[in-house]
């Protein structure tokens, strides 16, 4: 927390924290957000996201945390442009969450959570991690490895479906 120091007459230093200051500056305080973020990677998974709800549900009224935002996604934890998961990221830059809570840390992003976790907490949040359940890292790097084999299948499967057009293209481009 910042804080300022000011000299007063006699009796010696008096410290300010930042909220001091913003009240003196006029700023008004932002209402911060808690969020929980669930996410699955595809369609298939629906009703993996309804018991990853139901978990971090009893989570939050067994730890007495009021919840303001439930933020539910379906999709890769290797695409960083999911659209939900962006609208959390600018709403922790811009200091409006005070805690963001996730089952897994895998549930977020499956690489550079630590990245993640000290944008957080620069910017105010507590990231909570629900299951800390650790990996030995030979268990971590098979699921890492997986989880990339998985997404370049499923981009390969994608572009496999095109496959028809990109013919029906060429030859209408060659007549």
């Given at each position: 927390m910042l804080l300022v120091n000011f000299w007063l007459h006699n009796s010696g230093h008096r410290y300010y924290d930042e909220s001091d200051v913003k009240q003196l500056l006029g700023i008004q305080p932002i209402d911060k957000k808690v969020i929980v973020y669930c996410r699955v990677s595809s369609h298939n998974q629906k009703d993996d996201l309804q018991s990853q709800i139901k978990a971090m549900e009893q989570f939050c009224l067994?730890?007495?945390?009021p919840?303001?935002?439930?933020v539910h996604e379906i999709g890769g934890g290797m695409?960083?442009?999911r659209k939900k998961f962006l609208k959390i990221m600018d709403a922790i830059q811009n200091g409006e969450v005070?805690?963001?809570?996730?089952?897994h840390k895998d549930r977020l992003?499956?690489?550079g959570f630590e990245y993640f976790e000290h944008l957080a907490v620069t910017n105010?949040?507590?990231?909570?991690?629900?299951?800390q359940e650790s990996l030995s890292p030979q268990q971590e790097m098979v699921e890492d490895l997986m989880a990339i084999i998985h997404t370049f299948?499923?981009?390969l499967y994608g572009l496999r479906k095109y496959k028809k057009d990109i013919k029906k293209a060429i030859i209408?481009?060659?007549n």
């Open positions: 067994s730890a007495a945390i919840v303001d935002d439930w695409n960083f442009k005070s805690k963001l809570l996730i089952a992003v499956r690489f105010g949040c507590e990231l909570i991690v629900v299951n299948s499923c981009r209408d481009e060659s």
